[in-house]
T-cell receptor, first 110, second 113 residues
Framework: GEDVEQSLFLSVREGDSSVINCTYT??????LYWYKQEPGAGLQLLTY?????DMKQDQRLTVLLNKKDKHLSLRIADTQTGDSAIYFC??????????FGQGTILTVHP | DSGVTQTPKHLITATGQRVTLRCSPR?????VYWYQQSLDQGLQFLIQ???????AKGNILERFSAQQFPDLHSELNLSSLELGDSALYFC????????????FGEGSRLTVL
């Protein structure tokens, strides 16, 4: 079945860019998503990309998809302390199954 | 606010007991998913229902069961509770339209003592 992997931790300084990486195994994945979870809260959808796209930009967020390498990244420009959270990558296969990565804990230092 | 409502928000109970977690999906969403989140296991998919029927099963223990009712709300029943069942339980719903993203509730935090 689908496997989605992320690095567990990322630490950046306020104002720098953050890049969170994700790899997936199922080449039939149709949609790929990035979710954010703040302490004590549920997961909130940040953005998504369809598999026929290479890039999607939404304000400070840029998603890059390398379908050949099955690699997805989320770049947060001008990272703020309020961006500190857990970020989950998720992939949906063509038959509808949704698989989440383990989550990346982003810590932003002043 | 995602539109997904979960109750209770917090629950403390003892080992061996049984609890029921409730979820109301977003208006119009037919699919309901249950996830368990713990520090050591991460976010684990438990089960999915679509319009009252079980659609997919993940790492759900035999002591756990779920159902989706005609009004589309769902309940997750956890029985013979063990200390290791302490976790945050999330419900999510999705629409068949669009990119199929999940909308998550705020979770029910279960503590088993």
């Amino acid at each position: 079945g689908e496997d989605v992997e992320q690095s567990l931790f990322l630490s950046v300084r306020e104002g720098d860019s953050s890049v969170i990486n994700c790899t997936y195994t199922d080449s039939s994945s149709t949609y790929l998503y990035w979710y954010k979870q703040e302490p004590g809260a549920g997961l909130q959808l940040l953005t998504y990309i369809f598999s026929n796209m290479d890039m999607k930009q939404d304000q400070r967020l840029t998603v890059l998809l390398n379908k050949k390498d099955k690699h997805l990244s989320l770049r947060i420009a001008d990272t703020q302390t309020g961006d500190s959270a857990i970020y989950f990558c998720a992939a949906r296969t063509s038959y509808g199954k949704l698989t989440f990565g383990q989550g990346t804990i982003l810590t932003v230092h002043p | 606010d995602s539109g997904v409502t979960q109750t209770p928000k917090h629950l403390i109970t003892a080992t061996g007991q049984r609890v029921t977690l409730r979820c109301s999906p977003r208006s119009g969403d037919l699919s309901v998913y249950w996830y368990q989140q713990s520090l050591d296991q991460g976010l684990q998919f438990l089960i999915q229902y679509y319009n009252g029927e079980e659609r997919a099963k993940g790492n759900i223990l035999e002591r756990f069961s779920a159902q989706q009712f005609p009004d589309l709300h769902s309940e997750l029943n956890l029985s013979s509770l063990e200390l290791g069942d302490s976790a945050l339980y999330f419900c999510a719903s999705s629409s068949r339209q669009g990119p199929g993203e999940l909308f998550f509730g705020e979770g029910s935090r279960l503590t088993v003592l």
